[in-house]
Every structure is written in structure tokens, then in C-alpha cells.
């Protein structure tokens, strides 16, 4: 089983890259990530709190 060894968040990409047990790099796309999830803009809205909290 791969474990997650090493991870981080990098601004420039913002990317979340990870670093797998058998060496493996796997880098997220955050915003591709959003965009996919956040069809409505109800969407939007759960990860706007998610992301920001009660303003």
C-alpha cells in the first residue's frame, strides 16, 4: 500500500503535490478541481464557506 510521505501546497502552480511511498509525484490542480465541483453557483457558495468561513 502507498502512503503519502510528503505534501504541500505550491502557490505558483496552485497545485497540491504529493509525494508517494514508492517514489510516485502527484501534483492536484486546484482550480480544475473547483471548476469541477462548482456547477451552481450554490456550488460556489459551499466552497466559498468551506474555503473562507463565516464572514
Known sequence: ???IT???FNMDA????LRLSDGT???IDTIAAENEFAE???DRRELDYLIYGLQ
Open 6 to 8: 510528503l505534501y504541500g
Open 40 to 42: 451552481t453557483w450554490l
Open 1 to 3: 500500500m502507498k502512503q
Open 14 to 17: 496552485a497545485c497540491v503535490d
Open 25 to 27: 509525484v502527484v501534483a
